[in-house]
């Protein structure tokens, strides 16, 4: 597959089937994510991957995250009940993924948290998965529970960027048109 295949027909995926994951295949797409650009080269990204048991505790910490977001989405999405109860849903079971990835980010000499870089590495872990036959989702509504989910999977001294629900795609969702005007050429006859 080209690169700009890959780039052009990934989708975030909110729905997968229950497929097992080889944690082989997992290593590689970590892997990948890892060779993505950072800041001076720090490539201070961290993450927690967790399936099973841990992986059901989690959703249950994503569940409480929801419940703190139900107002906000109830105002923006007036007269949408049925989207909202659709983001509960997908924040209780993650579409059915079966493993889910904790994105976090290191700190930068000048003592910021470096989200820019995992970013990054998020963005080529998602671009791995689809080349891979399997697809993602960038989460980060559940970061007001950051506190909770970090005592839960024990880290200490780095920010939780987003979590990513890996698995095979139970979903092809449609393509949406690209923006227009989101380019500004400077210098160019």
Same mark, same amino acid.
């Given at each position: 597959m080209?690169f700009?295949?890959?780039v052009?027909s990934?989708r975030?995926?909110?729905?997968f089937?229950?497929?097992?994951?080889?944690?082989?295949?997992?290593?590689?797409?970590?892997e990948?994510?890892?060779?993505a650009v950072? %800041?001076m080269?720090?490539?201070? &990204?961290?993450f927690?991957? $967790?399936?099973? =048991? *841990?992986?059901?505790?989690?959703?249950?910490?994503?569940t409480e995250?929801?419940?703190?977001?139900r107002?906000m989405?109830?105002?923006?999405?007036?007269g949408?009940a049925k989207f909202?109860?659709?983001?509960?849903?997908?924040?209780a079971?993650?579409g059915g993924a079966p493993?889910?990835?904790?994105a976090?980010?290191g700190?930068?000499?000048?003592?910021?948290?470096?989200?820019a870089?995992?970013?990054?590495a998020v963005q080529?872990?998602?671009?791995?998965?689809?080349? %891979?036959?399997?697809?993602g989702? &960038?989460?980060?509504?559940? $970061?007001a529970? =950051? *506190?909770?989910i970090?005592a839960?999977?024990?880290?200490?001294?780095?920010?939780?960027?987003?979590?990513v629900?890996i698995?095979?795609?139970?979903?092809a969702?449609?393509?949406?048109?690209?923006?227009?005007?989101?380019?500004?050429?400077?210098g160019f006859?």
């Amino acid at each position: 597959m080209e690169f700009s295949e890959v780039v052009r027909s990934r989708r975030s995926i909110r729905k997968f089937r229950s497929d097992p994951i080889p944690k082989e295949k997992l290593e590689k797409l970590l892997e990948n994510a890892q060779w993505a650009v950072s %800041a001076m080269n720090s490539q201070d &990204w961290y993450f927690v991957v $967790l399936q099973g =048991e *841990k992986k059901d505790g989690l959703l249950k910490i994503f569940t409480e995250a929801f419940e703190g977001m139900r107002p906000m989405l109830e105002q923006a999405f007036a007269g949408k009940a049925k989207f909202v109860e659709g983001v509960k849903q997908f924040f209780a079971t993650c579409g059915g993924a079966p493993v889910i990835v904790l994105a976090y980010a290191g700190t930068r000499p000048t003592g910021e948290s470096d989200a820019a870089s995992t970013a990054s590495a998020v963005q080529v872990l998602l671009l791995s998965a689809y080349e %891979a036959g399997l697809g993602g989702v &960038w989460t980060d509504g559940i $970061l007001a529970r =950051e *506190k909770e989910i970090n005592a839960y999977v024990g880290v200490e001294g780095k920010k939780l960027v987003c979590a990513v629900p890996i698995g095979v795609p139970g979903e092809a969702p449609r393509t949406p048109p690209r923006r227009e005007g989101r380019v500004k050429w400077v210098g160019f006859d």
